[in-house]
C-alpha cells in the first residue's frame, strides 16, 4: 500500500505528535508498505524533497502555535510531486494548513482519507485570543474542527475515550470513530537497551547522585501542562527530605518564568531544568530517575507517560481521563487531584521501595501493549476500511448521477 503522512510537524523537533508519526512510519515501512510524509520546512523557506526518506517539507510562514507553520494551500510544486506518488490513502495528522492541503489532495484525486485527532484546540486557543474573545473562539474551533473531521474524512482516529467522548456527546459526530490508543517504539526505552556509561554520563551532567529520588516531567513548558503544580509541590518535598529532586525536561513558552519561579522558593538545588532532550538521550532521562509525574489535564493522551512505563518507571498522574486510559491505579501507577493527594503518593513511594519496584514492574508490563506494531495493524485496518469506503462511495455516485438524470428525462 502507498500510504501518505501529512503533518504539521516532524523530526528534528521532538514533540508526542512527532514521535508517533515517527513511530507510525517506520512500522509500516517494517511490513513492506511504501510511506510518504509531507511537512511544513521549519528551517527555511524552501522545498526539501528526500527520497531515500520519501519526505517532502514544504515551506510556510510560523503561526505562533507549537511550531506549525502556514504553507501555501496548494503548492502545484508539491502536488505534481504527490501526484506522481499514486497514493492509496491519506493520512492527516493536522488540522491545520498541511491537514487542508492533505484534504484538498484527497478530493480533487479521490483518495481516501483518514484523519487521527491528537489535539484538543479548545484548551490552547488562549494562545491566539490571549484571553479576550474565548467563548466564541471555541465554538469556532468546534466548528472548524467539526468541518474538517466530519466534512472531509472518509474515517476518523482518536487516541481515547476522553476524545472519544467529546465528539460523540459535544460535537454530535455521526461518522466512523476508530478508538486506537497511540503507540510508541517502547523497545527504545527499556532499560535493558540502556548504556549503562550513558546513563551515569547523564547523572552526572545534571548533577544527581545515586541516592537522589528524582521526579520527571517531560513535555511543553506552557500554561496548559500546569508545570507549576508540580514546582509548588515540590517546595514541600524538599522540605521534607532535600534528595527529591524534580528534573524538568522540556522548552516553551513559561521556560523562563518557572526558572524564575523555582528560584524565587529556593528550588535551584531541587529544581532542575534541562531544556531540549534529543530524541537518542530521550530514554536515559528516563533512566536516571525514580517516578514519572505530570498535573496536565489537556492531553489527549500523553505519550510521555507510555515512555516513562516502558522504561519500567511508575507514572504518578492527575486524574483524568486520558491517562486512565493506559494507567490503572495501584497496579501500574497512581492518581491525584490535590497537591495534597500528589504529595501523600510521592512520600508513600519514597518510603515504600518494594511497593515502588512492584509498580514498577507492572508499568513496564502495561507499556508493552502500546507497541508500534500494533498501533501499525489497527491503522491498516481503518485504510483498509477507507479504501472500501469510498470505492463504494463512487459506486453509489454513479448510480445517483444515472438517477438524477432519468428523474431528468421524465420531468
Request: glycine share 4%; net charge neutral; proline share 3%.
Amino acid at each position: 500500500m502507498r500510504i501518505g503522512l501529512f503533518t504539521e510537524t516532524y523530526t528534528p523537533y521532538i514533540s508526542g505528535l512527532v514521535t508517533s508519526v515517527v513511530m507510525l512510519k517506520n512500522a509500516l515501512e517494517k511490513e513492506g508498505h511504501e510511506v510518504y510524509v509531507v511537512t511544513a520546512n521549519l528551517d527555511s523557506f524552501k522545498y526539501d524533497w528526500n527520497p531515500e526518506e520519501r519526505i517532502l517539507k514544504i515551506p510556510g510562514l510560523p503561526t505562533g502555535i507549537y511550531d506549525s507553520r502556514l504553507t501555501s494551500i496548494y503548492p502545484i510544486k508539491a502536488v505534481n510531486r504527490i501526484k506522481s506518488w499514486k497514493l492509496d490513502v491519506i493520512h492527516s495528522q493536522t488540522e491545520f494548513a498541511i491537514g487542508t492541503f492533505a484534504r484538498l489532495l484527497a478530493k480533487q484525486y479521490n483518495i481516501p482519507l483518514v484523519h487521527t485527532y491528537h489535539t484538543m484546540y479548545e484548551d490552547y486557543i488562549h494562545y491566539i485570543t490571549k484571553g479576550y474573545f474565548n467563548k466564541s473562539s471555541k465554538k469556532l474551533v468546534e466548528y472548524l474542527t467539526r468541518f474538517y473531521c466530519e466534512t472531509t474524512a472518509t474515517e476518523l482516529i482518536v487516541p481515547t475515550n476522553k476524545i472519544y467522548k467529546l465528539f460523540i456527546e459535544k460535537y454530535k459526530y455521526k461518522k466512523n470513530i476508530h478508538i486506537i490508543p497511540t503507540g510508541i517504539e517502547v523497545e527504545r526505552f527499556y532499560q535493558e537497551k540502556a548504556i549503562d556509561s550513558n546513563t551515569n554520563e547523564l547523572r552526572k551532567t545534571i548533577g544527581l547522585s545515586k541516592k537522589d529520588f528524582v521526579i520527571l516531567f517531560v513535555g511543553r513548558l506552557a500554561e496548559e501542562k500546569n508545570v507549576e503544580f508540580l514546582i509548588d509541590a515540590q517546595k514541600k518535598l524538599s522540605d521534607k527530605h532535600n534528595n527529591i529532586k524534580l528534573i524538568i525536561v522540556g522548552d516553551g513558552p513559561d521556560k523562563e518564568k518557572y526558572e524564575m519561579y523555582s528560584k524565587s522558593l529556593g528550588l535551584e538545588n531541587n529544581v532542575i531544568f534541562t531544556g531540549k532532550a534529543s530524541w537518542e538521550d530521550m530514554p536515559y532521562y528516563y533512566h536516571v530517575t525514580t517516578v514519572f509525574a505530570t498535573a496536565s489535564k489537556t492531553e489527549t493522551q500523553g505519550l510521555t507517560v507510555i515512555e516513562a512505563m516502558a522504561a519500567s518507571k511508575v507514572p504518578v498522574c492527575m486524574r483524568d481521563e486520558a491517562f486512565q486510559s493506559m494507567v490503572t491505579e495501584d497496579l501500574n501507577g497512581l492518581f491525584f487531584e490535590t497537591e495534597e493527594e500528589y504529595i501523600e503518593k510521592i512520600l508513600f513511594l519514597y518510603d515504600n521501595k518494594k511497593e515502588l519496584q512492584y509498580l514498577d514492574k507492572q508499568a513496564r508490563i502495561q507499556a508493552e501493549h502500546y507497541g508500534s506494531k500494533n498501533y501499525a495493524d489497527r491503522a491498516l485496518e481503518v485504510y483498509n476500511r477507507a479504501i472500501i469506503e469510498k470505492q463504494a462511495e463512487a459506486r453509489f455516485g454513479i448510480f445517483s448521477k444515472i438517477s438524477k438524470k432519468i428523474k431528468e428525462w421524465f420531468s
